[in-house]
């Protein structure tokens, strides 16, 4: 027995295309989770308007339940052998809308809910990474890149998510002896600060300061900036003073490289009132 479960929205996009003895029959029989009951409702049919529209799902048991009350996340679940209502809906899906269902099914299974990313583009770019770390397969620049902007630019569950992502790529690496992309550990960073973890940022930055360090200029660069932002997210919380000369050092190395940049110096100056709070003098 195949069981296939159907957003609600779905079922009721479909009622108002199909014949009403074609989905009369393909209906009854599967059941609703409406996302708060404890056990799934046999449904016995849905009540239209006097247009095309189905207003009221009727369950086995005569309860009537308005269409408009349901839940956002309420679903039709089909547990018949080869799932015929499921089917039916994928048939009439567009070549479009079925790239959209899979892709949603490879972001479920990464524990990404679609509908905190903000685009269809931004959709397909985590997809590929999730799809990618399924198989093994270290995702090429370009699509790690994709994948980072459309995940720091999420909510907060996406973000969070998408930094455990960049953690599985980096383990999955060294696990297996593979090149480690220099530019994972500045976005494993980055994520990690920018979900509100600035101890987890400075970890993942260490590397920063250890022999195999990234040799790219622009991902030491991106690391530095990060490690020192975060230790002074740090410092903001502890006052340590051993806090501050560990951003110093990483400050120096971003400086190193790009004095010019305006990142850099914004954190100069950011770093400079920490000096002088602490009581510090410029290294």
């Known amino acids: ?46 009540e239209w308007s006097d247009g095309a529209a189905p207003v009221a799902l009727i369950l086995q048991d005569g309860q009537r339940l ?27 899906r567009s070549p479009a809308q079925a790239a959209e269902r899979e892709m949603r099914k490879v972001l479920a299974k990464a524990g990404i809910d679609a509908d905190g990313l903000r685009s269809a583009e931004a959709r397909r770019a985590v997809a590929v990474l999730a799809w990618k770390l399924d198989r093994g397969q270290v995702p090429p620049d370009e699509e790690r890149q994709a994948a980072y902007v459309a995940l720091i630019a999420g909510d907060d569950a996406t973000a969070r998510r998408g930094k455990l992502m960049f953690r599985r790529l980096l383990d999955m690496c060294v696990r297996r002896n593979l090149p480690v992309p220099e530019d994972s550990h500045w976005r494993l960073a980055c994520l990690a600060r920018h979900t509100g973890n600035p101890q987890e940022a400075v970890a993942a930055s260490d590397i920063l300061h250890q022999k195999d360090r990234p040799k790219d200029q ?9 490690r020192c932002a975060a230790l002074l997210d740090l410092w903001d919380a502890t006052q340590e003073a051993a806090l501050v000369r560990e951003a110093e050092r990483a400050f120096k190395v971003a400086r190193a490289i790009a004095p010019r940049d ?20 410029r290294g």
């Not at 660069?221 to 990060?226: E, R, S, V």
């Not at 305006?262 to 003098?281: F, S």
């Open 218 to 226: 622009v991902c030491r660069k991106l690391l530095a900036t990060t």
């Open 1 to 46: 027995m195949s069981e296939r479960s159907v957003p609600l929205s779905a079922v009721l996009d479909w009622l108002k295309r199909a014949p009403r003895e074609t989905a009369a029959a393909l209906i009854a029989g599967c059941e609703l989770d409406d996302g708060d009951s404890d056990e799934v409702m046999p449904i016995g049919g849905f």
């Open 66 to 92: 308005p269409v408009r009350r349901l839940a956002a996340d309420a679903q039709v679940v089909d547990s018949r052998p080869g799932a015929p209502l499921a089917a039916a809906i994928d048939a009439t």
């Open 262 to 281: 305006e990142e850099v110096d914004t954190l100069r100056r950011r770093l400079n009132r920490v000096l002088e709070l602490a009581g510090l003098d």
